[in-house]
């Protein structure tokens, strides 16, 4: 299976900004879905971006225009930026991959689609 290692997270002021790292090793797969998730306390784990093999992205509503996706795949990295940070946006975020493509439109976040995972990053806006 794919490690997956989320770094960035911390602790910042409502309006500012963190870009998350997820660093993946292991099988390299030539098309695959990444997605960042994050879930909250007392919450479910939610989609909150995704990234498919040809560039193609999706964003919940609650990120648009705010959160960016992206990918080093020389450097076998995930990033996502965060913008204008919100107290909404606390949660503990995780990034996942799974072989393949990110599925009919509003797949992508679904969990139960990815089968790698990381440890989780936590972010708190304050």
């Known amino acids: 299976d794919v490690q997956l290692v989320e770094s960035g997270g911390g602790s910042v002021q409502t309006g500012g900004s963190l870009r998350l790292a997820c660093s993946a090793s292991?099988?390299?797969?030539?098309?695959?879905?990444l997605g960042w998730f994050r879930q909250a306390p007392g919450r479910e784990r939610e989609g909150v971006a995704s990234i498919e093999t040809d560039g193609t992205t999706n964003y919940a509503d609650a990120v648009k225009g705010r959160f960016s996706i992206s990918e080093d795949h020389a450097k076998y990295t995930l990033y996502l930026q965060m913008s204008s940070l919100e107290p909404g946006d606390t949660a503990m975020y995780y990034c996942a991959t799974e072989p393949g493509t990110c599925g009919p439109p509003g797949w992508w976040k679904l969990p139960s689609l990815y089968n790698s995972w990381g440890q989780g990053t936590q972010v708190t806006v304050s």
């Open positions: 292991g099988p390299i797969y030539s098309r695959y879905c």
